[in-house]
């Protein structure tokens, strides 16, 4: 009886902790983390009585097992979700430049001029000029 009530006390612990200080984790893998150790060691105090010590053990290691599976269903549900997001958008951001290439702006063609472009640089300089040279 007095394991029982240890057992309810750590409970009463265990998952106000888990869930106030660690807030930045999502509360399914939290309660994901939190319930699958109190269920383990609930089965393990249920056990304790009539079974020999291995065999609580292997219960705790199997039902620690369980919470990792269910636990890594969780995140695997997740990047599914974040993979298929992505991909979402690199559809919606392809059919967009699909569009935006797809339609033709007319712009105005650009008026031609029959100006020439002013010279610059050695190009002002007339080649059919005669140099001057200083003393002569």
């Not at 106030?20 to 609930?42: E, H, N, S």
């Not at 393990?44 to 705790?60: D, E, F, K, R, T």
């Not at 033709?104 to 005669?130: C, H, L, N, W, Y």
């Amino acid at each position: 009886m007095i394991r029982i009530l240890i057992f309810v006390i750590l409970a009463a612990v265990v998952l106000p902790l888990a869930y106030y200080f660690f807030k930045q984790v999502p509360f399914a893998k939290r309660m994901a983390i939190a319930g699958g150790g109190l269920a383990a060691a609930a089965i393990a105090l249920v056990m304790q009585g009539s079974y020999a010590w291995y065999m609580v053990a292997l219960a705790l290691l199997g039902v620690s097992f369980l919470a990792a599976f269910i636990y890594m269903k969780l995140v695997e549900k997740e990047q599914k979700e974040k993979l298929r997001l992505a991909e979402e958008r690199r559809e919606l951001k392809q059919q967009k430049t699909k569009t935006y290439l797809a339609t033709t702006e007319e712009t105005p063609a650009a008026p031609v001029s029959t100006e020439k472009p002013k010279p610059f640089g050695m190009q002002s300089i007339d080649a059919e000029r005669e140099e001057t040279t200083r003393g002569q």
